[in-house]
Structure formats: structure tokens, C-alpha cells
């Protein structure tokens, strides 16, 4: 047992997390890297510690400090949420070697169902359809032309180490194996610390399926109805429902049976997703994630069942409380995640300030975020903001419910994908419950050409004005406090404000890249400049002085809130000067290269 829960991770999934400790009575511990000092989930927790100076994505992955907090505020169980070490089971090895709890998988059931070519070997030996593919990583592109013709084009080259669409190129040619091999292993390496890929056979127009499961340590595994989550851009979610407006009972009952049956194989213990493909009537075991998907809130509508504090229970060695024959779906829910990305410009991460945030809420309408108005949206994270979720009696209310709730949320001073749900979701398409993986470019791409790019607007003043009150956030030896003081002069003054109203970090200045390594890239946006449509971090440059490029060439390749970006030539010409280096963090409009002509 335990009565205290480290939450190692961040923004809405911390929160997430924290809320259901405080629902069961349990203590909750927040850890922050430098960047998020003034993020919700800090203030939230019961305590909070800093992780420490450095990169502010590796401040979440390092596993001792993590462990080291656990011990200096008294956790019993270390809750990793999603992405970070949710999936690392050497780090599920580390917390139990430490004595404590990881609300998760057992580290050798992870390990089986955690890489892709492993769980590919798991669910073919437990009989689960699987698409076609390679079952071993593959070392260089010659191997992957190799298994290319083999299959067929298109294929698809995929991260063994993850899934969210990093790692991921789908090739229709032999001549775009080597580009798609290299930018496959490069992606990978960078999310998941593991380059390894591997190949399946590319389905031309599947649906994407999951089934959520729980399993206790009694040996009881549940599944939980299904999630359709095929409208995706880059290979990444953007909506999901529950029910699949696709499956019959049938159908979904063998689906599920089939992820139980994986699942008992493999031993495995906690809450877990299970996706598949689905075409023509037949499913395709895709990868197992070993953690709470983002998408989990659409189950738990559904359903009525508290995953996270199902997680936990789970955790403490409670018995799952149900039958399979209990699980019943009712009504209708669908998820729209609330990205920091401009649909008209081909979904670009959009970094910046929220200058005003105003939820949605009414009867049947959740929200589950992580910002506020005056949050400095960091770098260095994906570009979710919140996740906004509508329950409906049946799947025409849930999108209409949907519908008017996307015209209430507000945010501004960041792009966002709101005005592409709403032109989702009012589409015949979906609203027939016909949407593929297609979907998007099948039926949308004109509509989003036609969308106003958003303006980045102009940096906003932050002054320095403080509201009144007695209450500051302080932080000592990396521990968060919030404490109570008395004015010298006995007159009351002004302290600083509650910690949630606390501006974010700004971006670093020009003048700041040079102290990176490498040349900076200079703001100087001309006819004749190649400039970064983002801020972010070089990661590949394709191009040299000297060399003639035709318009549209890709000659750089950014990588911005965990999410590669390419960065063509506006026009045909010579290449005259290359400013950037890799590794070099650039701002939006900085140069990176010049013509010569």
C-alpha cells in the first residue's frame, strides 16, 4: 500500500493523474523542469520539486532524480502517465529495485509488448492477425528496399521504441527508401532514445482501432469497448470516439477477445491499449502501448470506469471489481485534441503566449488541460494543450454537443486546431461515420488551404505588475514552497502573484543562440534569405553553398515541439551562404540560409 504517488510527467496527464490521487485519498508530488516552473500541475500538486538545470525535455528522463524525490517527499508509487518513461522498463525496474511502486506494467510484460517487433512476434504467437511485416529491426535501406519488394509499395518504415506517429514515413517508391530510412531513425532516435525501425506493408485505406483493457494481479483482464482514432494528421491522432461508428457487436467482441488473449499471454498487469488495424472487415494487430493512452477519456465517458484510479487500485493489489458480461457501452463520446498547431499551414507547431483562454463547459462537456491564459507555451514538449471531450445519449448528440463546444472555447495568441474540428466534425464524411486514416486529405485538404494563416501576434509587455496579496511561491534547494509574508513597513504592499498567473519563459533571443554552439542564425527575413517558419532545432540540412535547388526542395529539416518540420526553397536558385549548423536552435524567421542569386 501506498499513500503517496509521484507523478513523473507534466501538463494535462499530470493533472489527470493528481486528480484521481486527491479522489482516493492519496498525496500527490509534482516534478518540473526549468521551463515549467509555472505550470498548472506544479501548483496543483501537494508538493513539488525541480528536477534540476538542463535541456528541459532530458529533465523528465532523468530516472535518478526522479527516484531521488520520491524519497525526499515520501512516495510510495511513482506514476508515469504518457510518453517520458512510461514505457521504459529499465526505469520499471529502477523504481521497484528503489522499493517502490510503478502504477504500470510489470518491466518483463512491458518488455514483450513494449518494442514493436517484439509485440508483433507476441501477438502472432498468440494467434492475433498482424499486418504483414518484418519481425526484427532492419539495419540499413538496403534491407528495407529488400522487404519493400517483397511485400509490395506502399509500405510503411516505423520506430520499434514508440508509436504517436514519430518514427514513422510511408514509402510509395524505391527512390524515397533512403531519405525515409534516415529521417525515420533520426525521429526516432530523438523521441524514443532507440533509432531501430522496422517495415510493414502500408494498408491503403484502414481505419485505426483500439481496444482498452485492465488487468489486475489476480489474473482478471477486462477489455472495454473500442476507440476509433483514425482522423490523424502526420500519422497522429487529432479525434477519437467511442463506440467505432464501424464495428458491429461481432466484431467488436472477437476484437476484444483477442487483446485478452495477448494480454493474459504476456502476463500482463495494469491499463493498456491494444491497436489494430481495420479494412475490409478484418483486423490487424498493430502495437501494444504499455501505459493510459491520451485518448482514454472517451473509455471512461463511455463506460463510467475511472481508468487512472482503476490504475491505481490496480496498483495497491485491489481485484478488479467487474465482470466482463458487466462492461456495457452507453451512449456516444468523442475527444478533440486541442493542439498549438495551424491547420493552414500544414498543422506547424505554433509556440508563443495564450493571451486569453475561456473553456467550454454545459452537461456532457470535459476538459482535461494544462494551460491558462499567460502561459509561455515551451519548446521542447509536444504541442497539446488540452483535450476536449463531449458525452451524448447517441453519436449525433456527442457531435453536436462537440460542435457547440468548440465555438466556446476560446484561446488566443496561438495557433490552435479548432477551426479544423470544426470543419471535421461538420463534414458529411464523419458526421456519416465514414472516416479513414484518409480522411484528411481526402476530403479536407481545400478546406484547410483555405483557412487565414494565423498572425503570429506581437510579444506581449510583461511589466512586471503584480496583484495584491500576502502569498508568494518560492523555491528552496529545488523544492516548491508557497508561503505567507508580513511587509517590513506594515503597510501590507504587493507580492507576487499566485503562481498560475505567473508568465512562462520567453523564447530565447538571437542574441542568446550564439551561446548554443555554432553560428546563430541571423533575423534578417529578405527575398534572398531561406528562413525558419518555426522556432525549434536543426536537425538536418540538406543543402550546401554552391548548390543549385529547384523551388519546393527541401533544404532543412526543424524540429519543433517533438515534431519534424521541412523547411523548402521558396524558389529556384544558388545557394549562396548556410548559416545554420545542426543542433543549432533557430527562432521563426530566422535565416538559415541565403541565396547567391
Known sequence: MFDTVLVANRGEIALRVMRACR???LRCVAV???ADRAAPHVAYADAAYLLGPG??????LVAERILQVAHESGAGAIHPGYGFLSENSAFARAVEAAGLIFVGPPAASMERMGGKTAARQEASAAGVPIVPGTLEALEDAADVRRIAEQFGYPIAIKAVGGGGGRGLRVVRSPGDVEEA???ARREAATAF????????????????IEIQILADTHGKVLYLGERDCSVQRRHQKLIEEAPSPALTPAVRAEMGAAAVRLAQAVGYVSAGTLEFLYQDGQFYFLEMNTRIQVEHTVTEMVTGIDLVKAQLRIAQGQPLPYRQEQIHLRGHAVECRINAEDPAAGFRPGLGTITAYKE????????DGGVYSGWSIPQYYDSLLAKLVTWGEDRAEALARMLRALSDYQIEGVPTTLDFHKLALAHPAFQNGEATVNFIPRYLQEQLAALQPFATPASPSHNGAQDPGRLFDVEVNNRRFRVRVASL????GTVAAPLARVAGPKPATSGALAKLGGRAAKL????????????GTVVAIKVQAGQAVAQGEVLFVVEAMKMENEVTAARAGMIGEVLATAGLTVEAGSTLATFAD
Open 23 to 25: 479522489e482516493l485519498g
Open 32 to 34: 518540473y523542469s526549468e
Open 55 to 60: 535541456p528541459a525535455l532530458e529533465s523528465y
Open 181 to 183: 530510412f534516415e529521417s
Open 193 to 208: 532514445k532507440l533509432p531501430d525501425v522496422y517495415v510493414e506493408k502500408y494498408l491503403d485505406d484502414p481505419r485505426h
Open 360 to 367: 467550454p463547459a454545459g452537461l456532457g462537456v470535459r476538459i
Open 489 to 492: 513597513d506594515g503597510h501590507g
Open 524 to 535: 534578417a527575413p529578405n527575398a534572398n534569405a531561406v528562413t525558419s517558419p518555426i522556432q
